[in-house]
C-alpha cells in the first residue's frame, strides 16, 4: 500500500503523530480550528509541545481546515476529544462528527484508527455503523478499522510519543499486523498487539482507573490525618520505604483522562446492568478534594465576614508544566472562595489567559502584579517549577497569612498540606 495518512485532530493527541507520520509518508493534519491549523502553518503550536524545528522536520505534512484534502488518503487516524457531559455521561458527539466526516470520503481497502479514549466496544458499536451509513461501504469487506490508545502525557518532555510502548489492534488479524506494523515504524520504544480492538480499548480505559482508585485512596488518608494531626506527606514518605508501596500522593484529580476516563468504564457497566462500587466511590471522593481544599482555608480564617481577604492562587493547569487547562480542578476551589465575597488574584505561567477567560471567566494576573500585593493566604495549586524558587514570604500579608502547599514543594512545617 503507498501509505496516504490523514490525522483527524491536531490536539495534544494528534499533533504528535502528525508530526512522526509527515516525516516518512505524505501526511495531512486536519483540524476544523481555523487559527490553530494557521499558527501551525507558521510553526507555532500553542500547547507548548511541539517546536517550530520539529514541525519543520516534518517536510510530508500538511495542515489543512478544508475536509477535501483528505479525500485522498487510505489510513484515516482519528484523534479527537472524548469528553464528559453535566451528567457525567460519555459526550461521543465529536468522535461521531469525525467519523461521519471520514466515512464521506471512504474507499475500498481503506483504513480507520482510532485513538480516542473510549468504553470497551465503543468503536464497533457507535463509530463503524456511522462508516458504513455513510461510506456505503460494508466493514472488515471494504473497509477495515484498528484502535491504538493515545498514551500522551502533557508536559512531559521525557516521555513523548516515541518514546512510549503502544498498544494496537485490528479489525481482523491482517489489519492488525498492518495496524501494528505502521506504528513500529515511529514507536522507538515498540508496540504491543492486542488481541482485539475491544481488549486494546479496555487496556487503555483502566490504566486511568486504576490512578483514580489509588490517588482517591491516598485523597482520603489525607483528610484522615489531617484530623489526627498527622503529615500525610510525611507518613507516605515512611510507607514508601517498603519496595512494593505505590508512590502516588494526594492532590486534584483533572485533566483529560483521569478524572473523565472512569465515566466511561461506568457508563458500560451500568448498560450492562452492573453498578460499580469502587471506581464510582474513588471518582467521587476525588471530585470532592476541591471543596475540601476551599474549605480548609475558608475555616482557618473562621469568620463570617471574608471580603477583607485576599488570597493568590498559584497555578490552574490540570498539572505542571504543561499549558492543558482541560477539566482542571483549581477552578472549582476558584469559584467557591469567589463565592464567598474573597479577594482572589491567579497566576499560572503556562495557562494561555484567553483562554482561561473563554472557558472559566477567570483573568489570569502578570507576574508583575503579584510583586506589589500582599496576601492572606497564598495556595499552591500546581507544582511549576517557576515557583520552586518564589520566596512565598515576600507576598504574605504578615506572619498569620496562610501558605496552602497543595503539591508539597516546600519543605517548611509552617506550610499547611492537604
Known amino acids: ?6 490525522i483527524i485532530g491536531l490536539g495534544y493527541v494528534g499533533l504528535p503523530l502528525a508530526v512522526e507520520f509527515g516525516k516518512k509518508y505524505k501526511t495531512i493534519g486536519f483540524d476544523l480550528n ?13 500547547t507548548g509541545e511541539t517546536s517550530k524545528r520539529k514541525l519543520s522536520s516534518s517536510i510530508k ?17 482519528l484523534a479527537v476529544p472524548t469528553p464528559i457531559d453535566k451528567k457525567n455521561k460519555p459526550d461521543l458527539s465529536i468522535l461521531r462528527a469525525a467519523s461521519k466526516l471520514v466515512g464521506q470520503y471512504l474507499n475500498k481497502n481503506d483504513i480507520v484508527i482510532y485513538e480516542s479514549t473510549v468504553y470497551p466496544g465503543c468503536t464497533e458499536e457507535e463509530c463503524v455503523p456511522i462508516l458504513e451509513k455513510t461510506s456505503k461501504l460494508k466493514y472488515n469487506r471494504d473497509f477495515f478499522c484498528g484502535y491504538s490508545p493515545e498514551r500522551i502525557n502533557p508536559g512531559d518532555t521525557k516521555r513523548t510519543l516515541t518514546k512510549i510502548v503502544k498498544i494496537t489492534s485490528g479489525s481482523n488479524k491482517t ?17 504491543y498487539l492486542a488481541q482485539s480492538i475491544k481488549i486494546a480499548e479496555a487496556a487503555k480505559i483502566i490504566e486511568n482507573c486504576q490512578r483514580d482508585i489509588n490517588i482517591a485512596f491516598v485523597n482520603e488518608l489525607s483528610v484522615l490525618f489531617s484530623k489526627m494531626d498527622i503529615d500525610t506527606n510525611a507518613v507516605l514518605d515512611a510507607a514508601e ?10 492532590g486534584l484529580v483533572g485533566g483529560h483522562c483521569i478524572g473523565v476516563d472512569p465515566y466511561y468504564l461506568t457508563y458500560k457497566a451500568e448498560q450492562l446492568g452492573y453498578n460499580s462500587k469502587i471506581i464510582l466511590s474513588g471518582r467521587k ?3 470532592n478534594i476541591p471543596n475540601i481544599i476551599a474549605d480548609n482555608i475558608l475555616s482557618y480564617f473562621n469568620k463570617k465576614d471574608l471580603s477583607n481577604i485576599k488570597g493568590l492562587i498559584l497555578g490552574v493547569t490540570f498539572k505542571e508544566n ?28 503556562y495557562a494561555q489567559k484567553d483562554v482561561v477567560k473563554n472557558q472559566y471567566g477567570v483573568d489570569l494576573i502578570d507576574f508583575d502584579q503579584i510583586k506589589i500585593n500582599y496576601y492572606n493566604f ?4 500546581v507544582s511549576h517549577s517557576e515557583f520552586i524558587n518564589l520566596s512565598i514570604d515576600k507576598y504574605c500579608y504578615n506572619k498569620k497569612s496562610l501558605v496552602y502547599d497543595l503539591k508539597n514543594m516546600f519543605n517548611n512545617p509552617k506550610f499547611k498540606r492537604l
Open 1 to 6: 500500500m503507498n501509505k496516504k495518512i490523514s
Open 34 to 46: 481555523k487559527n490553530r491549523v494557521n499558527e501551525l502553518k507558521l510553526g507555532f503550536d500553542n
Open 61 to 77: 505534512l500538511k495542515f489543512t481546515y478544508n475536509e477535501k484534502d483528505i479525500a485522498k488518503s487510505n489510513i484515516y487516524i
Open 175 to 191: 489489519t492488525a499486523l498492518f495496524v501494528d506494523s505502521l506504528y513500529n515504524e515511529i514507536v522507538k520504544a515498540g508496540t
Open 241 to 250: 520505604t517498603k519496595w512494593n508501596f505505590l508512590p502516588f500522593r494526594p
Open 285 to 287: 471522593l476525588n471530585d
Open 322 to 349: 504543561c499549558s492543558d487547562i482541560r477539566n482542571s480542578k483549581v477552578f472549582n476551589i476558584h469559584k467557591k472562595l469567589l463565592n464567598k465575597k474573597i479577594k482572589l488574584d491567579t497566576y499560572d505561567p
Open 378 to 381: 497564598i495556595l499552591i495549586a
